[in-house]
């Protein structure tokens, strides 16, 4: 079992940014892809970024050149520094990881809230202010 510990949430102004950070515990050699993922109450959950062992990275349309997803896998965290926010990215973010390999990076970020994505943490709230 893997467990995940997201921190760095709050509130923020539009415009500004935010670093989140996700701490992995327990089996962790057996993870592959970490990611993020966000979801606005009453919506469904989507992927925002996906980060293989290697470091290739995979964004969402919406977040791509604002977000950076990172992972330091000597501590086991991963990172998302997100920086512009716009108020309609308040959410609850979620840290998520997997230890298939089976598809691309790509398949997790579209698909990984409903398959594919073993593992996940409680979420923490992003609050973006206009």
């Known amino acids: 079992q893997v467990q995940l510990v997201e921190s760095g949430g709050g509130s923020v102004q539009a415009g500004e940014s935010l670093k989140l950070s996700c701490a992995a515990s327990g089996d962790t050699y057996r993870v592959y892809y970490m990611g993020w993922f966000r979801q606005v109450s009453g919506n469904k959950r989507e992927g925002v970024a996906i980060i293989d062992s290697a470091g290739f990275t995979t964004y969402s349309n919406s977040v791509k050149g604002r977000f950076t997803i990172s992972r330091d896998n000597a501590k086991n965290t991963l990172f998302l520094q997100m920086d512009s926010l716009k108020p309609d990215e308040t959410a609850m973010y979620f840290c998520?990881?997997?230890?298939?390999?089976?598809?691309?990076?790509?398949?997790?970020?579209?698909?990984?809230?409903?398959?594919?994505?073993?593992?996940w943490g409680k979420g923490i709230l992003v609050t973006i202010s206009s």
């Open positions: 998520a990881a997997t230890s298939s390999r089976k598809y691309g990076g790509w398949y997790y970020l579209r698909y990984g809230m409903n398959y594919g994505m073993d593992y």
